[in-house]
């Protein structure tokens, strides 16, 4: 009976040391992501003074918002700010509609060579993305859609990665369904519009995140497609707050965390959805 009761102590004893110790793993591993963050959001309210202080301060002594006003004065904040949202909405809407009526006709309609159409569709997506660049723009300059919100929009309205997580949330709804819509007299739009998009709100949320989150931060495509401010992205205009001899970081945390601001909103209005959706995205029926 004692060696039970010893035994069953130091299983407790061992769980718990297994349990304090993935705990403090998961504290540390933290604490090393938001530090950065706390940082940024700490220089952005210090002047320029006290970001050379030693040792450094994370509570500046004195706030101030100084460096928000200098960023909105010396440069078009505003502008770029319209155009990174006009652009990264625009394209969220666009790859979630045109990626789930991809996704719908490779999961539910039923063609010759369809599984194997789509095999090949993925293997797109193992060709780099600056490969594609320079035609991309060959091709943007020949239609005229040059520093315009066209040719910034446009070339990320489609999305292979985005069909690939709709089509397995798409397969993981039973087909059952769609048929007692077509015994209704329904056809294949209804079951898109009355019994697909409803049941995979979770994983539309999860692509509209990814999606919005990849257009607002994207840099190469706006440097290589826009000639003017007026044009500019927010990462473009990030980018002019870096100084040739010398950078206010200051300054610099004041536009990044402006720029930070939209996708924490969007994560935190569609966080509930976002891990159900990446759970039935690999689901599979």
Same mark, same amino acid.
């Given at each position: 009976m004692k060696k039970v009761q010893s035994a069953s102590a130091t299983g407790k004893a061992s769980s718990i040391v297994r349990k304090v110790f993935t705990y403090t793993i998961i504290v540390l591993g933290g604490a090393i992501? +938001? #530090?950065? !963050? $706390?940082w940024m959001v700490s220089t952005a309210f210090k002047s320029g003074a006290a970001n050379m202080v030693l040792p450094p301060q994370f509570i500046p002594d004195e706030p101030t918002w100084n460096n928000f006003e200098r960023v909105f004065e010396m440069f078009p904040m505003l502008q770029f700010l319209v155009n990174s949202i006009v652009v990264a909405i625009v394209t969220t809407v666009g790859q979630m509609l045109f990626c789930s009526m @991809?996704?719908? @006709? !490779?999961a539910r $309609?039923? /063609?010759w060579g369809r599984d194997k159409l789509f095999l090949l569709y993925l293997a797109t997506m193992m060709v780099p993305a600056q490969v594609t660049m320079i035609p991309q /723009? &060959? #091709?943007m300059k020949?239609?005229?859609? #040059?520093d315009s919100y066209t040719g910034l929009i446009v070339p990320g309205l489609f999305g292979v990665f985005g069909t690939f997580l709709l089509r397995q949330a798409f397969m993981g709804i039973p087909k059952e369904l769609d048929e007692a819509v077509f015994m209704d007299g329904g056809n294949h739009f209804t079951v898109f519009r009355k019994v697909i998009l409803p049941l995979a709100k979770p994983t539309f949320a999860t692509l509209g995140i990814l999606t919005f989150m990849q257009s607002w931060n994207s840099y190469l495509w706006p440097l290589i497609v826009t000639s003017s401010q007026e044009m500019a992205t927010l990462p473009l205009g990030l980018s002019l707050l870096?100084?040739?001899y010398g950078t206010d970081f200051g300054l610099m945390m004041a536009g +990044? #965390? &402006?720029? +930070? $601001?939209p996708i924490l909103a969007v994560y935190l209005f569609a966080q509930k959805y976002f891990i159900q959706g990446m759970t039935m995205s690999g689901m599979k029926e």
């Open positions: 992501m +938001v #530090l950065p !963050f $706390i @991809a996704a719908y @006709a !490779f $309609i039923e /063609f /723009f &060959i #091709l020949h239609l005229g859609w #040059l870096q100084g040739r +990044v #965390l &402006i720029s +930070v $601001i």
